[in-house]
């Protein structure tokens, strides 16, 4: 087990000064970084896509309200399950051998699923998409910390690698609507296999191998007690969003919890554990992680309560609303470019802080301002929030490789990837549940409307926005409007809510980063 000694040694720990030796590499390196974007746009993409393919994948199979749901969330509740395990599996066996097997796999998987005939088979096709992908994500940043060893070029590489995540989110959407258009909903998993091609033909000869040289034996029942871990959580999380506070979603989170804790003593009695636990002890490894989580966290729970602003309130059309957000989602990806020379200059804990305190500054604006205004306001508070998050994600993911050994960089990429995971769940479900309970309470449903209405699209309207827009489509104009302003008001009530909790939370994580990632030294 790695001692929190030999973590000292590392680049990114407090007060040390001593800089790796720059390597030597050259085109190879940045071949094999541009061959590692393929499967890091992939998933990326997968992840934002397939929302736009659900009308046509209902209307083409039929699935029920609950196998509708599990098309969803079955991909990200395995991808999340086993995230840490293939991280340390990567670690073990090599990480490009990892890779390309995620690769195949995700490829083969992919194309099977196109075609898929029932929902049944697209539901086991969509686990099996979430096994292949933990495989891909932790592999790519863990090589990218042994491809680039001269912390500057990885500074860079890292940025590169964030770039193409944020630019395959921000794709997604539009990708996804484009190809369910022009094609089939099957289109938007068939295009895994040409992106997955460059990879596997020429991953073997550019992108070098490397694994942990004493890595000691793969523990089942740690794998185990991982997936009985996560899985549980963001499935409670999840219920937790869309169904609010149950006794249901809490019993789920805290037998994933129970499981959680099991998982961590067993973790301090192996000799060869699963996830290095002394990993934590690093206080540069913690805090990026938590700077991570908490700007997926912003990021996230800032889209959720925007996408519906703009197509409910906004009247805008799917395609039209992503369109709207690129300029701030390409803000992202400059952000996290333009940060790699800014920390030889200033400290990179400080550009951290800087970065989540931009994301404070954008939820303040959506806090103390006015909505109603048309949606100026709110996407150029998301510009502010996304240059905060760009700058915040590359240094904190660069942190994390850096405060580690290299042969523990597997399981570091994937403790990163959780984060990314519970961030952007938590973004959802945390800010989304409290958006959801201050909704329902502001509403002030006027009694010409609930007198004109069914009881059962009342209840709707009460409910979500969405179901007060769509009970407004129905009714004579007076009665339309007074119900929309009403949904208005209390949607708008809630948002402020939710922006000020969010800005709370932003704040105190920036001070946390500035305080506790003070003494990093400066990027040579």
Do not use: C
Not at 25 to 46: I, Q, S, Y
Not at 77 to 85: E, K, R
Not at 327 to 339: E, H, Y
């Amino acid at each position: 087990m790695t001692t929190a000694p030999a973590l000292q040694q590392s680049q990114y720990t407090s007060g040390d000064t001593r800089q790796p030796t720059p390597a030597n590499g050259g085109v190879r390196d940045w071949m094999a970084l541009g061959l590692l974007m393929f499967p890091v746009l992939l998933v990326a993409v997968d992840n934002t896509a397939l929302t736009f393919a659900l009308p046509a994948i209902a209307r083409s199979l039929d699935p029920s309200g609950v196998q509708l749901l599990w098309i969803v969330d079955a991909y990200a509740l395995v991808l999340a399950g086993l995230l840490v395990a293939m991280g340390s599996l990567g670690d073990r066996i090599g990480r490009r051998r990892l890779l390309l097997i995620g690769t195949t796999g995700f490829a083969a998987v992919s194309a099977a699923t196109a075609f898929a005939p029932s929902a049944e088979w697209l539901i086991a096709g969509r686990s099996a998409l979430g096994l292949f992908g933990a495989m891909l994500m932790p592999s790519t940043l863990s090589l990218i910390r042994n491809i680039f060893p001269d912390p500057g070029r990885r500074r860079l590489a890292v940025a590169v690698w964030a770039a193409g995540f944020s630019g395959g989110a921000a794709l997604g959407p539009i990708f996804g609507g484009w190809l369910v258009e022009q094609f089939w909903w099957g289109a938007v998993l068939l295009v895994a296999v040409p992106i997955m091609l460059p990879l596997l033909v020429l991953g073997p000869s550019f992108i070098p191998e490397s694994r942990d040289p004493s890595p000691g034996r793969v523990d089942l029942p740690s794998i185990v007690l991982s997936l009985l871990t996560m899985v549980p959580a963001v499935y409670g999380i999840k219920e937790l969003a869309t169904e609010g506070p149950g006794m249901r979603p809490l019993a789920v989170i805290a037998f994933g919890a129970a499981m959680g804790l099991l998982f961590v003593r067993r973790q301090h009695r192996l000799a060869s554990p699963l996830l290095d636990m002394s990993l934590f002890k690093n206080r540069v490894f913690s805090t990026a992680i938590t700077a991570n989580v908490l700007a997926l966290f912003s990021f996230n729970g800032f889209i959720l309560f925007l996408a519906q602003h703009l197509q409910l309130l906004e009247g805008m059309s799917p395609s039209a609303s992503g369109t709207a957000m690129l300029p701030a989602l390409t803000a992202t990806v400059l952000a996290g470019l333009l940060v790699v020379p800014l920390v030889r200059k200033v400290r990179p804990g400080f550009v951290v802080a800087g970065g989540l305190s931009l994301s404070a500054a954008g939820y303040s604006i959506v806090a103390f301002g006015n909505h109603s205004a048309g949606p100026a306001l709110l996407l150029g508070a998301l510009l502010v929030l996304a240059l905060g998050v760009g700058a915040a994600e590359t240094i904190s993911n660069d942190m994390i490789l850096g405060a580690v050994p290299p042969e523990k960089s597997g399981a570091a990429a994937a403790i990163s990837e959780t984060g990314y995971e519970m961030g952007s769940l938590l973004g959802t479900a945390v800010l989304g549940s409290i958006l959801t309970a201050s909704y329902q309470r502001h509403l002030l449903l006027p009694d010409a409307v609930t007198h004109a209405s069914p009881a059962d699209s009342a209840d709707r309207a009460r409910e979500t926005l969405a179901g007060a827009m769509e009970l407004a489509g129905t009714l004579p104009a007076p009665l339309s409007e007074s119900l929309a302003a009403a949904a208005r008001a209390a949607f708008d009530s809630g948002v402020h809510i939710t922006a000020a909790i969010a800005l709370v939370l932003m704040a105190g994580a920036a001070a946390l980063a500035a305080v506790v990632l003070r003494k990093v030294p400066k990027a040579k």
